[in-house]
């Protein structure tokens, strides 16, 4: 299933049912599960180490059947709306989303496919399932809540494409990209309580993690984020006329972010 369809649900979930993020029951539960699925993602790096270029022929060959891509990219959001959306989409209409070219029969039958692959095992732990939990647990200013949110799911995203990070267990990626995107805002400055050693125990305790440990992946993915600026900084410049040169001159002061480090400018 991918993991950016569901970047939004989180919100959903938190808009329907908001008391279940204060519920200690709730994290201690997906802590746990995530504890036991650990070697699924702990080993992952060790599959599919042997591809070649033929391989990737032959993918990039499957690839260019269109029906066939949008037919699984259809189901794994069939199956996304079902887990976590309080209103699920019908097949019906999904299937007019994509102008017709897929048939409900098609994604049905598709559908126990994609369950079978994965062993009807849909409720895997991700990153974006422990957001809304650190959210009720620590002391953010309501006003900076959306960006706290907003900066966090960067960071996390960061994560997903960086190959050594990918292998943190998601608590630990949804923690410190928190952690990263509140000292990148400087919020210590409205509450000590902030400050990134007291932030990273906090974050450590709810976690159940190694403080060492939890404040080693911030500091990775502070270094990951540098990396990616740096490389948009030294992308070649676009020619810009006068008049876009200007009004970028003038939006600079009212879009530039007091982030040290601005997650807005990151490349993904």
Request: negative net charge.
């Amino acid at each position: 299933m991918d993991l950016y369809c569901m970047e939004s649900m989180v919100e959903v979930k938190a808009a329907a049912d908001p008391t279940s993020f204060n519920d200690d029951q709730v994290l201690t539960n997906l802590l746990t599960i995530e504890e036991h699925f650990r070697p699924r993602w702990w080993y992952s790096q060790q599959v599919q180490q042997d591809i070649n270029a033929h391989m990737r022929s032959i993918l990039a060959g499957w690839m260019l059947e269109k029906n066939h891509l949008q037919l699984l990219g259809a189901v794994c959001m069939f199956l996304a709306f079902k887990l976590k959306d309080t209103r699920p989409l019908s097949a019906e209409r999904l299937c007019m989303y994509t102008e017709n070219s897929i048939s409900p029969n098609e994604l049905l039958n598709w559908e126990l496919v994609v369950l079978g692959k994965l062993k009807w095992d849909m409720a895997a732990v991700i990153p974006n399932d422990f957001v809304e939990h650190f959210v009720r647990r620590l002391p953010l200013p309501e006003d900076k809540l959306p960006m706290v949110r907003k900066h966090t799911q960067t960071f996390i995203e960061l994560c997903i494409i960086d190959e050594e990070l990918a292998m943190k267990r998601p608590s630990m990626i949804a923690s410190s990209s928190m952690g990263a995107a509140i000292c990148g805002l400087q919020l210590e400055n409205h509450d000590q309580r902030l400050t990134r050693d007291n932030l990273t125990q906090r974050l450590a305790a709810i976690t159940n993690a190694e403080v060492t440990c939890l404040r080693q992946c911030q500091e990775q993915i502070e270094h990951v984020l540098a990396v990616s600026l740096k490389k948009s900084a030294q992308a070649p410049a676009i020619i810009k006329t006068g008049e876009q040169q200007q009004h970028e001159d003038q939006d600079q002061g009212q879009s530039k972010s007091s982030t040290p480090t601005d997650v807005q400018d990151v490349n993904l």
